[in-house]
């Protein structure tokens, strides 16, 4: 049976509970917004005794489902101060999952400073002293759980970042291999973390029977027919297996999108030196892994290994969203200098977007030139020192550029725009403005009809039927991110009409229910109004769904501009 | 004729234009923010070109009634993000009168980095580069000038704080005797101003005729019974002209309401230290002044020359707030260490109750030790250098509240509270919460009826009538910030009928009208009705008029907690 864990962070106490109804059929993204809008106070302190933080597997999470290993981490987000879910692959969902835990929900916050680490086993829940761990970076905290606990364990951890309560703190998890490249990034969830003195959650399913499933034949058929659904779509079956999600950087340069030195323009000059290509020919030449799996169980495979030229590891899941913020954001061209604050990143503790971006900031700012990525990589180095610029930078976009009087600073709800220029993947751009999570181009990936022609065709440089499309994929995105599902099954369910049916063919054969496709629509529009709702309860209004004035600007090569009225956007998000 | 001075900050170009009918009848924060609500867009950058910044005489300011000198500058605040009038005494409102300009508007801003200064006189505008002064402190600014311009000309300069755009900076304003002692303190004007690379505004009245009064005897008479209603209340004819306005400390530390290391307690053991009554002693003592005006025609005279132990100059304007907030606030006792940090406030260009709250929040971050007076001002020292803490101190409490990570932040809408505690002068907590401004003392001042028995009294522990009184007292300091009147003039008026009435009796003898007190209630009303509108399109709501969390504490000595609700908040702010 499902059970929800709790643990009060101030008295070192946990207890199991029974879920209610309204939570029993619940799960990751589903669950994480329901149980924040009914036990948070909108207008608290995300810092405060009164936030949560919850980390909520999604439902078919620990079930042999193909690429289901995803996890939901919720909160008031101290970045955007609106509610948040940021998701992740690693070890964690599974073994949750596997565990019987459907949610693990930190609570209140200690009085003193001393930290701790938790650790879950089948039979036990222990909190133990982290004194020994403080200051030390995510990389080396996962080598250290690894060896006190064993290697299979799960981890999330904090890095100095977190302890740091900064803002653009991450929670970050180990990868199967063990690296800290798996990241819940955005949102400032590591400060929250942080704020309730947690260094690091273990999470051990030794021992731990396999779930058991109502139908197991059924289940079996369909997740065989399902990884092939993946397997076989040219996204999520070649391109992402081939070069990682940087196979974007040559796609979206491409099409105009690519926003180059703090989105000034569509395309970068150099955009070939930081490619997906390069990268996959870098790994080829010097070493490293091609492709890997974030979580075990995936098909996909659009992780990898990263070396430098002496064939020492660089860094592991290598992104798209980060090669853009470092590379082209910043006009810079050095893919392994690029590695290298990845690397950076991952071990502090930051969301490699929102750092990207406040790298930006600062060179419009004139902190440091553009393109230097010598200067970038000092900067960096900073966040989680006692130095007053780490906490700066550390603090994100919107702080970085009111510490530096910059008004061109890319965010929505204070959080940093990704790697998709708004007025030339227009569906994007409504996503960015209307996703209760302040940008975020994986709540609503219009990247698909715009740009990639998956799931129709639509054009990026209009309006018309951007609006539509937005709201429909964040629907769908809510509902795969309820699932556990990785969000790049949407390539092929998008343009294959049985995908959506074997999700659902899964769950019921997993619970036992007969859900149909409409079901997991009306999961993902719950999801989303109870997400407005607790933003409406926060003092959200229309006036924080909007893009800021800089978009205004007139952007080649398509010369587009930002023109959607706050009329427009409000049907992105009328259910 | 009284006409709007415009500049253009870009292109270097200035016109005069007559007002709209709708803005004729309008002066002082009337016309800041009807202007500030017609043409600014709500929701743009506070710092970009979409912003103005508009200085507006009050509607008496010229004549000779007396304390009529105030001069209110409005813009939307880059700190709250909501409109802003802030009010300063000094000699730019009665010279900027007697030119005949009602307004006087910045506008755009330059795309290049070269600053202007602004040169005002009877027969001409210039706007002059302003490069050898960039880096000057406020005071030495006004030395400059007056040297340069001649000393009666009136001076309005931003310090290094301004040109950094931080939101905690103010503009100062040269008082009678040249001294950078009085500010628009509040909302981070000065960043508005050095966002349009504005260094300084020099206002020279030469050869301008006195204003024309439509019924000259009429007015003469009114104002010796004015002057005279102003000398004769207790407040304004004997505690504020003796001691300041820090005649507060031991009244407001009597009455349990004198907020102590960051709110923790209404009482600081070494209030006497840092009282009206020691400062007033030091002055008689050393040399100094012990009470002078901030503009010509000030009767109340409360302002100060305050010397250090060897008779040298420390600071001028040395006000009940400033020593609050570096003292009780962050347990300072040392008097002449907090003059030192009011003089680097002055000069750098920061306002000293942001600043001070900020310097008590990086103690709570434990930045700094507690009471560590040394210490705060090294910090100080740092704000307006290249120095990253610098950028964090100078952004203000709820910066450097994020940058440390800390949740016990006392601000409303980004707005360090000032020098009363809610929990014990509810009415002035009402005030913090609802007015447009952010947590402000002068917006609606019930320290009259729940301290000083002035207008009534109402129990300042018990929620029972505090809304109705800041709802009152906010309308009518809207109304005397119109008339450009000194806030302090409401003590006698509020004790005696014949005062509102001898205000309106000015208003009519100087424009020819036959204005009824219930006229000069409807104009507060009406300017905050345009304030309200401006934040509502700015997208604040309910949410954001309340205090946080903290204030549930309960705060000795008598443990009171702030107790209202939105709903009952929300009355205050009905009309």
Redesign the interface.
């Known amino acids: 049976m499902s059970r929800i864990l709790r643990i009060n962070t101030r008295e070192k106490r946990y207890s199991f509970e029974s879920p209610s109804p309204e939570l029993q059929a619940l799960g990751g993204r589903a669950l994480t917004s329901k149980m924040i809008l009914n036990e948070v106070p909108?207008?608290?302190?995300p810092?405060?005794q009164?936030n949560k933080l919850i980390f909520a597997p999604g439902l078919l999470s620990g079930t042999p489902a193909a690429n289901s290993g995803r996890l939901s981490i919720g909160a008031k987000s101290?970045l955007t101060g609106g509610i948040k879910e940021s998701n992740t692959g690693g070890l964690v969902s599974q073994k949750l999952a596997r565990l019987g835990i459907k949610a693990l929900v930190l609570e209140d916050k200690p009085i003193d400073d001393a930290y701790s680490i938790i650790v879950i086993k089948k039979d036990s829940v222990e909190i133990l002293p982290a004194d020994d761990y403080l200051g030390t970076t995510n990389g080396d905290m996962i080598a250290k759980l690894w060896e006190r606990f064993g290697k299979r364990v799960g981890v999330a951890s904090i890095g100095p970042a977190g302890e740091?309560?900064?803002?653009g703190a991450s929670i970050q998890f180990a990868d199967p291999k063990g690296h800290p490249g798996r990241a819940a990034g955005r949102g400032g969830l590591g400060?929250v973390m942080?704020?309730k003195k947690i260094k690091a959650i273990v999470v051990d399913d030794g021992g731990a029977d396999k779930l058991t499933l109502h139908d197991p034949d059924a289940f079996k058929a369909a997740n065989q027919k399902w990884a092939d659904l993946l397997r076989n779509h040219p996204v999520s079956g070649q391109g992402l297996p081939a070069y990682g999600t940087a196979v974007l950087v040559n796609v979206i340069n491409e099409a105009g999108a690519l926003p180059t030195q703090n989105f000034r323009s569509g395309r970068f000059e150099f955009a070939g030196d930081i490619s997906g290509e390069t990268l996959a020919a870098n790994i080829e030449q010097r070493g490293g892994i091609v492709s890997e799996g974030c979580h075990p169980g995936c098909v996909i495979r659009c992780s990898q290994v990263y070396h430098d030229k002496d064939n020492n590891y660089l860094t592991s899941g290598f992104e798209y969203e980060t090669i853009w913020a470092f590379g082209a954001h910043c006009m810079i061209k050095d893919l392994d200098d690029i590695a290298r604050m990845d690397r950076l990143c991952d071990d502090v503790g930051v969301d490699t977007i929102e750092t990207g971006v406040t790298i930006g900031v600062a060179m419009e700012g004139g902190l440091i030139p553009w393109g230097d990525s010598k200067a970038a990589i000092e900067l960096l180095k900073k966040v989680g020192t006692g130095?007053?610029?780490g906490?700066?930078i550390g603090?994100g976009a919107a702080?970085t550029g009111?510490?530096?009087?910059?008004?061109r600073?890319p965010v929505v709800k204070k959080q940093a725009l990704p790697a998709y220029d708004p007025r030339a993947v227009k569906a994007v751009g409504v996503t960015y403005a209307t996703t209760p999570m302040g940008a975020d181009h994986t709540a609503g990936y219009g990247v698909c009809q715009n740009i990639l022609n998956v799931g129709g065709t639509i054009d990026p440089l209009k309006k018309e039927h951007n609006v539509e499309i937005s709201k429909d994929l964040q629907i769908a995105t809510a509902a795969i991110d309820a699932a556990g599902l990785c969000l790049f099954v949407a390539f092929p369910v998008l343009d294959h009409a049985e995908g959506l049916q074997l999700i659902v063919d899964m769950l019921n054969a997993q619970y036992g229910l007969s859900l149909g496709a409409s079901d997991v629509v009306q999961l993902g529009i719950s999801i989303l109004k109870d997400e407005h709702e607790f933003n409406r309860?926060?003092?959200?209004?229309?006036?924080?769904d909007?893009l800021?004035?800089m978009f205004k600007e007139v952007f080649p090569p398509h010369n587009t501009t930002w023109d959607f009225t706050d009329d427009e956007l409000m049907k992105a998000k009328t259910f």
């Open positions: 909108a207008t608290c302190h810092l405060s009164f101290p740091q309560r900064l803002t400060a942080g704020s130095d007053p610029m906490k700066i603090n702080f009111q510490a530096l009087g910059v008004d600073v309860l926060a003092g959200f209004t229309a006036k924080d909007r800021p004035d």
